[in-house]
């Protein structure tokens, strides 16, 4: 197990590798600068500024001192907040997304499995369809819709619930958790009940019906194990995903979160902070789909035996 | 069916109570109901401010914010926009108009109580000019004395620079020539005084983002003092009892709120989250129009919305095809129909009357006239016209204006025009280059007079994109304009320079912006005016209305 776990943290290496590489010249072949604006910078100053960023240095050279202050675990001063580091918005930025992320990812959680067992107890009934159907309506709804509809709904109508703030007022957490929980819960719904649906059809779960054992026994004990591993499987990427923010959630809810620095650093051509949130977004990423492989051996039997180095 | 019936149940129940619990949580007092009480303004400023360093920033965002902290030597009425005393009580200018003193107030003092003397001045403007700092808007200080060339470099002796302390409540400033709007630039940031000892202990004074601007670090001398700052969330400012002006501030204070979607801002102000938005989407402007036209306020602004021709363009180069063009939009179909936000149609590259200055021009709607020059031009009925790109950065509005007026070109000159938008430093690059024919832009001026609408369009000047020069253009900005001896000879000089600008179309000016924003009830002393600037001692909140 641990080999396993440590062959995979190495393998991270060169991804991470590949990501910076790759992100650093890109950013710089983009059209662009990050010092344009509707008001040209008159020459004289601009030389001030690309000097103070190093970007009079040759790409090359650019490329190992950022890579050198990367492995110190320096992401270098943001173009365009001159007063902050990229480390420091970042941390800035990840405690609302990664609540955010958290929250969302419980709704999409127990939304979508319920809905997904209850729809592959009964197959092509009822049961089945009007659960699906609000899952596929779900995926299809982009959250810049959802959010500002449930903010007129449940925020202006009926005026139960702030309409925007993060920890300003109780209950200003619930809209944008659900926004961003909506797409996933609906995901997992498919996902769930995919899996329950193979699950149920197997032999162990007919001996046990067999046995007389309780509905809910057969269910919750014997057949979720197994029926949720696609689930799991999805959470690694996923987690990731939202806890490095959504852009348009963070905009339309007012969030103070990582999703806003994310897009708003592309669109200023901040190289620093575009590749320190790269490079932190991929790093997440291979972090948590790593863990969901512990997972998903740790709860699933035949692949625990493989790990160990069983065949 | 009967095994999960009971967990299905239970979850219902659960469900009812949490909907139950969230309801009991709404309807609490709002900002504005709390502000109207503490006397705290609820304001939307748009974007995060870069930073809070007179010397570094360029936005709006950070103006708002900044002349909360600070003040200059003199600022402006919020309603004539004239220039009115602020740390210099009084000033003379000298005959010729090149030398301003200034008399100081003997009570300006900076947020720690520090007195603020006449030699603050001059190390801030020293280090407003500092090469390294990066000040993209030093250039505001240029008509100061050897400013430029000690900004460039050309000089290294700041002692050369026309800014002098005659003592420690008189400061001596000597210009390059009479400039008339110069009392205008003092009330920019750029020529704002910073706090030397503290921006000297966080570091260099030519350091750029030090932590001398975080919460509890600022000291600054304007009517309020930096509170908190949390990243995208809020910036708070709190009176500040130092100031000299502290017993007329009716304010206690201001929270900045940064909010970039015009919608959100929108249902914020609606949910009595805000006082004060930033701007109002363009959907909803007919509704408050209609319903509630007392919250909204739209005034004319000093800005122009344009498009730049290429002159190195081939076909663009003959001016009767750019007047072709010109003749051919309907401005007042443009801003009745499109863009719908009380814009004024452009009758000049200036805004009208901008200090007494108003441009003669005829840029009418003339069809008719098009066509015959478009013919005369080698292009009858719009034969033998390339099919020619208009280029604008993405956005829903540029691409609405930019479909009209394809339109109109089409209807009226039978040409063919493509649209191409690109993403924001994408466009910005391809403008800096040249490579575009037509572009959309916009210009909003430093400060009011026509020099900032007219000093851009010289030879080679570095917002000049459209490869045009004119000879008489580039003497009447550059030397007659600056020497003329009074105002009236130097308007006259401006119109005979747009005049030239407006006749030979390297830029075809469409519309005058308006700045828009919903304004609470409980606000006074906010005034619509041309730089859409508030002045916060003016500013008070009544709590009797919502």
């Known amino acids: 197990m641990l080999k396993f776990f440590f062959t995979r943290l190495l393998q991270a290496i060169p991804v991470l590798l590949v990501v910076i590489t790759v992100t650093f010249f890109l950013v710089r072949l983009a059209p662009g600068g990050p010092f344009d604006a509707e008001k040209a910078v008159p020459p004289e100053v601009l030389k001030a500024l690309e000097a103070n960023y190093r970007l009079d240095l040759p790409v090359w050279q650019q490329y190992t001192s950022y890579v050198g202050d990367l492995v110190t675990g320096d992401f270098g001063p943001s173009f365009r907040y001159p007063g902050r580091s990229v480390n420091e918005l970042i941390m800035a930025g990840l405690p609302a997304s990664a609540e955010l992320g958290l929250y969302a990812l419980l709704v999409a959680l127990v939304i979508g499995t319920l809905a997904g067992i209850i729809a592959s107890l009964r197959p092509n009934t009822a049961q089945d369809y009007i659960p699906m159907s609000t899952a596929m309506i779900g995926i299809c709804m982009p959250s810049f819709l959802l959010g500002p509809l449930l903010v007129l709904v449940f925020g202006i109508w009926l005026d139960w619930l702030p309409i925007s703030g993060w920890g300003d007022m109780p209950g200003d957490k619930i809209l944008p958790s659900i926004t961003m929980g909506a797409g996933y819960a609906a995901y997992i719904a498919r996902l769930s009940r995919g899996g329950m649906l193979e699950v149920l059809s197997q032999d162990y779960i007919r001996t046990a019906r067999a046995k007389g054992l309780p509905e809910r026994v057969i269910i919750f004990k014997h057949a979720l194990r197994g029926g949720l591993i696609p689930v799991i499987a999805f959470l690694g990427p996923a987690f990731a995903g939202l806890l490095s923010g959504s852009f348009v959630v963070e905009t339309i809810f007012q969030i103070p979160g990582l999703g806003r620095f994310f897009v708003q650093a592309a669109f200023n051509r901040d190289y620093t902070m575009i590749m320190g949130t790269t490079v932190f977004f991929a790093f997440l990423i291979v972090l948590f789909n790593l863990l969901s492989d512990v997972i998903a051996v740790w709860i699933n039997p035949r692949l625990r035996h493989q790990a160990q180095g069983g065949h | 069916m009967g095994l999960k019936q009971p967990g299905l149940a239970k979850l219902a129940i659960v469900g009812v109570l949490f909907t139950l619990l969230l309801s009991a949580c709404g309807g609490g007092e709002s900002n504005v109901e709390a502000g109207n009480r503490d006397k705290i303004l609820h304001f939307g400023n748009g974007t995060e401010p870069q930073e809070l360093d007179p010397h570094i920033v360029t936005g709006i965002p950070e103006h708002n914010i900044i002349h909360a902290l600070l003040e200059g030597l003199v600022g402006k009425d919020p309603q004539t926009l004239e220039p009115i005393p602020a740390v210099a009580k009084s000033w003379q200018i000298s005959e010729d108009g090149k030398t301003y003193t200034f008399q100081l107030r003997e009570n300006a003092r900076w947020s720690n109580g520090d007195p603020l003397a006449a030699e603050d001045f001059v190390w801030s403007w020293w280090r407003a000019l500092q090469p390294a700092l990066g000040n993209q808007y030093a250039y505001m200080l240029f008509p100061v004395v050897n400013a430029e060339a000690y900004a460039n470099g050309d000089i290294t002796d700041f002692s050369q620079v026309g800014i002098k302390a005659i003592d420690k409540h008189t400061l001596q400033v000597t210009l390059n020539n009479p400039t008339p709007y110069f009392l205008q630039l003092l009330d920019h940031y750029s020529a704002f005084p910073v706090h030397r000892a503290t921006i000297e202990k966080f570091g260099a004074a030519d350091e750029r983002g030090s932590r001398w601007t975080r919460p509890g670090n600022y000291v600054g001398n304007g009517p309020f003092v930096l509170d908190t700052w949390k990243l995208n969330k809020i910036i708070t400012v709190r009176k500040n009892p130092h100031y000299w002006g502290a017993d007329k501030v009716r304010l206690n204070g201001i929270d900045f709120h940064p909010i970039e979607n015009v919608s959100t801002e929108e249902r914020m102000f609606r949910a009595g989250q805000l006082h004060i938005t930033g701007t ?77 200055y108003t441009a003669t021009s005829d840029l009418r709607f003339d069809p008719e006239e098009a066509r015959r020059l478009m013919a005369e031009a080698g292009y009858p009925n719009g034969e033998g016209f390339p099919v020619t790109e208009v280029l604008y950065n993405t956005s829903e509005g540029h691409q609405k204006i930019a479909v009209a007026i394809q339109q109109m070109w089409n209807k009226h000159l039978n040409v063919n025009i493509r649209l191409n938008n690109q993403d924001w430093k994408v466009f910005l690059s391809s403008v800096n280059m040249g490579q575009y024919s037509i572009s959309r832009a916009g210009w909003i001026g430093d400060y009011v007079d026509p020099n900032t609408f007219l000093d851009m369009w010289v030879t080679d000047g570095g917002n000049n994109q459209t490869g045009w020069s004119n000879a008489r253009y580039d003497d009447i900005i550059l030397r007659l304009a600056p020497a003329a001896p009074s105002q009236e000879a130097r308007h006259e000089l401006m119109r005979e320079a747009e005049a030239i600008l407006l006749t030979e179309l390297p830029v075809i000016p469409l519309y005058i912006y308006t700045s828009k924003s919903l304004i609470q009830p409980s606000v006074h002393g906010v005034y619509g005016n041309l730089m859409d600037h508030i002045h916060y001692p003016a500013v008070w909140l009544d709590e009797g209305t919502e």
């Open chain 2, 280 to 356: 109002i989407p363009i959907d909803k402007i007919a509704l408050y129009q209609e319903k509630h036209p007392q919250l909204l306020q739209v005034v004319p602004y000093l800005g122009t919305y344009y498009y730049r021709l290429n002159v190195r363009t081939p076909h663009l180069k003959d001016q009767r095809v750019r007047r072709a063009l010109n003749l051919a939009i309907d401005r007042q179909s443009l801003v009745d129909n499109i863009t719908k936000g009380g814009e004024l149609p452009a009758s000049s590259f200036t805004p009208p009357d901008t200090m007494g």
